[in-house]
Nanobody, 115 residues
Framework: QVQLVESGGGKVQAGGSLRLSCAAS????????MGWYRQAPGKQREMVAR???????TYADSVKGRFTISRDNAKNTVYLEMNNLKPEDSAVYYC?????????WGQGTQVTVSS
């Protein structure tokens, strides 16, 4: 059974930082593309950052220069370092694992940024 468990969310003031973690079990992430997505109330889920098995990264324009995605295959974990947070970053953040036709999602962690 594949599980992705996000942690590290919380409440922070604008300009602050958070580090999200996504720990995988039941599947080795080393060959997978991992991603962070977010969904704010009333909005569609959107890609925030992705990292391939070759560690090629992609970011949404809105987070470039502020967020950094990384992976530690030995710990089977992917991270999202978020700096200079803005109120518009408030959302539930989800971890996603993609491997060929397989897709798994975590349950999400709430990030709330106050102005």
């Amino acid at each position: 059974q594949v599980q992705l468990v996000e942690s590290g969310g919380g409440k922070v003031q604008a300009g602050g930082s958070l580090r999200l973690s996504c720990a995988a079990s039941g599947f080795m992430i080393s060959g997978a593309t991992m991603g962070w997505y977010r969904q704010a109330p009333g909005k569609q889920r959107e890609m925030v950052a992705r990292i391939t098995k070759e560690e090629i990264t992609t970011y949404a324009d809105s987070v470039k220069g502020r967020f950094t995605i990384s992976r530690d295959n030995a710990k089977n974990t992917v991270y999202l370092e978020m700096n200079n947070l803005k109120p518009e970053d408030s959302a539930v953040y989800y971890c996603k694992l993609e491997y060929t036709f397989l897709v798994y999602w975590g349950q999400g962690t709430q990030v709330t940024v106050s102005s």
